[in-house]
């Protein structure tokens, strides 16, 4: 098992990492800086394209994985769905990027953990 890395870092290189791309990144929730969760609002000149979390496999490294029950969802059932989550768990990040190629984004960040 690998060390995990603190949130705020891991959200802090995705925003940069988004940035390098040409593309827009944001907090939209911030959480526990150290041990928090991470979801992604993934978007495409600002139309949604998939919610995804950070999720530990059994092998204990990181995946990103889209969150089926937030999928094809309107705005405004995909913000409840977002408020819910997050006041179920205080220490969850919510981060809006919108990137030119989410599915490359989604496998460069698989692919690096």
């Not at 991470?38 to 092998?59: A, H, P, S, V, Y």
């Not at 768990?89 to 460069?108: H, I, K, P, Q, S």
């Amino acid at each position: 098992m690998t060390a995990q890395l603190p949130a705020r870092l891991v959200v802090t290189a995705l925003i940069r990492s988004v940035q390098v791309q040409g593309g827009f990144a944001t907090v939209l929730k911030s959480g526990n800086d150290d041990s928090g969760s991470i979801m992604l609002q993934c978007t495409k000149m600002g139309q949604f394209e998939r919610l995804l979390e950070r999720q530990m496999t059994l092998d204990g490294a990181y995946e990103w994985r889209a969150i089926p029950e937030a999928q094809n969802k309107n705005p405004l059932e995909l913000n409840d769905y977002i408020e819910r989550r997050y006041a179920q768990d205080r220490d969850l990040w919510v981060l809006e990027l919108d990137v030119a190629d989410t599915e490359r984004f989604v496998a460069e960040l698989n692919a690096f953990g």
